[in-house]
T-cell receptor, first 114, second 114 residues
Framework: AQSVTQLGSHVSVSEGALVLLRCNYSSSVPPYLFWYVQYPNQGLQLLLKYTSAATLVKGINGFEAEFKKSETSFHLTKPSAHMSDAAEYFC????????????FGKGTKLSVIP | EAGVAQSPRYKIIEKRQSVAFWCNPISGHATLYWYQQILGQGPKLLIQ????????DSQLPKDRFSAERLKGVDSTLKIQPAKLEDSAVYLC????????????FGPGTRLTVL
């Protein structure tokens, strides 16, 4: 079964600083990978997804993530944090082609300090 | 385009009582998912419907949880009787087809069991 590890349940960055949220997965087959964002009292919104095309994936709100098979990682980055980025971020994985059920990590809460 | 609708948004009940949640997916979306999100954790899939048929309910505690999707559109999730550990946010999501690569989430129902 798939598992997802998000390092750091809480990350704080200064406004304008680099955002780096870490995600590692366990998979014996090429997976599909996702990052979702959840604002308080709201559902999850898809930020970006990797589906075996380009390894560097660009998403909404200036976020991007790079799939590194050798490291089984899919870290999320944004060059310059904005106050509106404060939210909880979830990494998720599927088994790959033929299975589309998502397994989520525990989430990383991002705080942005003015 | 209207998003996934859920009601109620909040519910407080006592243990051993019954509760039901309602979900209206995005129009035309064949696949519907119910997730349970316990505080501090990522969402966990409870059940997946394709039209009005169940695709996977392997993680649904069937002794107390039930779900149905009427006419392949709206869905209800019921808990009877509720336990303290059922306190969580229940998220509904829908996707256009069974590939489910992009799931659209509703705002969730926050259940508190006292």
């Amino acid at each position: 079964a798939q598992s997802v590890t998000q390092l750091g349940s809480h990350v704080s960055v200064s406004e304008g600083a680099l955002v780096l949220l870490r995600c590692n997965y366990s998979s014996s087959v090429p997976p599909y990978l996702f990052w979702y964002v959840q604002y308080p009292n709201q559902g999850l919104q898809l930020l970006l997804k990797y589906t075996s095309a380009a390894t560097l994936v660009k998403g909404i709100n200036g976020f991007e993530a790079e799939f590194k098979k050798s490291e089984t990682s899919f870290h999320l980055t944004k060059p310059s944090a904005h106050m509106s980025d404060a939210a909880e971020y979830f990494c998720a994985v599927t088994e790959g082609a033929g299975s589309y059920q998502l397994t989520f990590g525990k989430g990383t809460k991002l705080s942005v300090i003015p | 385009e209207a998003g996934v609708a859920q009601s109620p948004r909040y519910k407080i009940i006592e243990k051993r009582q019954s509760v039901a949640f309602w979900c209206n997916p995005i129009s035309g979306h064949a696949t519907l998912y119910w997730y349970q999100q316990i505080l501090g954790q990522g969402p966990k899939l409870l059940i997946q419907f394709q039209n009005n048929g169940v695709v996977d309910d392997s993680q649904l505690p069937k002794d107390r949880f039930s779900a149905e999707r009427l006419k392949g559109v709206d869905s209800t999730l019921k808990i009877q009787p509720a336990k303290l550990e059922d306190s969580a946010v229940y998220l509904c999501a829908s996707s256009l087809d069974g590939a489910g690569l992009t799931q659209y989430f509703g705002p969730g129902t926050r259940l508190t069991v006292l």
